[in-house]
T-cell receptor, first 114, second 110 residues
Framework: DGGITQSPKYLFRKEGQNVTLSCEQNLNHDAMYWYRQDPGQGLRLIYYSQIVNDFQKGDIAEGYSVSREKKESFPLTVTSAQKNPTAFYLC?????????????FGEGSRLTVL | QQQVKQSPQSLIVQKGGISIINCAYENTAFDYFPWYQQFPGKGPALLIAIRPDVSEKKEGRFTISFNKSAKQFSLHIMDSQPGDSATYFCAASRYSTLTFGKGTMLLVSP
């Protein structure tokens, strides 16, 4: 089945540790996105990539990093510089730009910093 | 600066009633306005979308009304069902990214 796979679904981290969230898609989509979801805050864009080896900062990129070495993969690293990393992280992809069609979301990764 | 304002934050509707969620945007360059539905523990999924050259779009029980001059758009859910209980997000887009509202938690009581 085509779709987006995020892993792990749940992750616990100690303060000061970096953690990488995986996002893989087999939809052959060019564009991929990372959003952060907090209760009552909606979805806020962290990073996005429209093509391999290129990515752009979103609204809340500080403390995060990404790479796009393959079309299918767009991992997100939450670094120790992120002051409040506990959140629900959503990866998405779209065939082209977000204004031309649907974003397909994964089921999310919930990160808890202890 | 919040570019897409969504209201209400939460909504309780009786089964069979009409659910109405409103959004307002600031950037007149936005050219695509989707609504997403999210169930607990899942990612959002596209429900319905509209472009600004159309004032209304209907798909089954779901209708988007769009008022370009007022920079507002709304989602109407007719004959609301308990299975519609979810969080709904409006969004607006130009070029590559979507800007989301903060969401509305809808509960449809049996």
């Amino acid at each position: 089945d085509g779709g987006i796979t995020q892993s792990p679904k749940y992750l616990f981290r100690k303060e000061g540790q970096n953690v990488t969230l995986s996002c893989e898609q087999n939809l052959n989509h060019d564009a991929m996105y990372w959003y952060r979801q907090d209760p009552g805050q909606g979805l806020r864009l962290i990073y996005y990539s429209q093509i391999v080896n290129d990515f752009q900062k979103g609204d809340i990129a500080e403390g995060y990093s990404v790479s796009r070495e393959k079309k299918e993969s767009f991992p997100l690293t939450v670094t120790s510089a992120q002051k409040n990393p506990t959140a629900f992280y959503l990866c998405a992809s779209s065939r082209t730009g977000a204004n031309t069609g649907e974003l397909f979301f994964g089921e999310g990764s919930r990160l808890t910093v202890l | 600066q919040q570019q897409v304002k969504q209201s209400p934050q939460s909504l309780i509707v009786q089964k069979g009633g009409i659910s109405i969620i409103n959004c307002a945007y600031e950037n007149t360059a936005f050219d695509y306005f989707p609504w997403y539905q999210q169930f607990p523990g899942k990612g959002p999924a596209l429900l319905i979308a509209i472009r600004p050259d159309v004032s209304e779009k209907k798909e089954g029980r779901f209708t988007i009304s769009f008022n370009k001059s007022a920079k507002q758009f709304s989602l109407h859910i007719m004959d609301s069902q308990p299975g519609d209980s979810a969080t709904y997000f409006c969004a607006a887009s130009r070029y590559s990214t979507l800007t989301f509202g903060k969401g509305t938690m809808l509960l449809v009581s049996p």
